[in-house]
């Protein structure tokens, strides 16, 4: 069994940071890819953020030059920074892992965390 674990949402003021976490524990044996997807209401699930397993990364427009994703390989941990918030980053926040486990290839979600920034 896989679970990721994801933490650090919360309430904001604009301009304000937040940093969130998501660790990934169970029966993998490689994680390749792992990353941040986002859901705001009346909207459809986009991806904030993604690193492969060596260094690169891949982040939507809206949020280049204001959050980091960075991981952990040896705690199966990635990490999203949020700098700069702004209203329209208001959403529930899923990490994804994807990998190989003794099932094979597939894509594990956590259960999302509520990122709101509001004044």
């Known amino acids: 069994q896989v679970q990721l674990v994801e933490s650090g949402g919360g309430l904001v003021q604009p301009g304000e940071s937040l940093r969130l976490s998501c660790a990934a524990s169970g029966n993998f044996v490689s994680i390749y890819d792992m990353g941040w997807y986002r859901q705001a209401p009346g909207k459809e699930r986009e991806l904030v953020a993604a690193i492969g397993s060596g260094v690169s990364t891949n982040y939507a427009g809206s949020v280049k030059g204001r959050f980091t994703i960075s991981r952990d390989n040896a705690r199966n941990t990635v990490y999203l920074q949020m700098n700069s918030l702004k209203p329209e980053d208001t959403a529930v926040y899923y990490c994804?892992?994807?990998?190989?486990?003794?099932?094979?290839?597939?894509?594990?979600w956590g259960q999302g965390t509520q990122v709101t920034v509001s004044s």
């Open positions: 994804y892992a994807y990998g190989r486990s003794r099932g094979g290839l597939s894509t594990y």
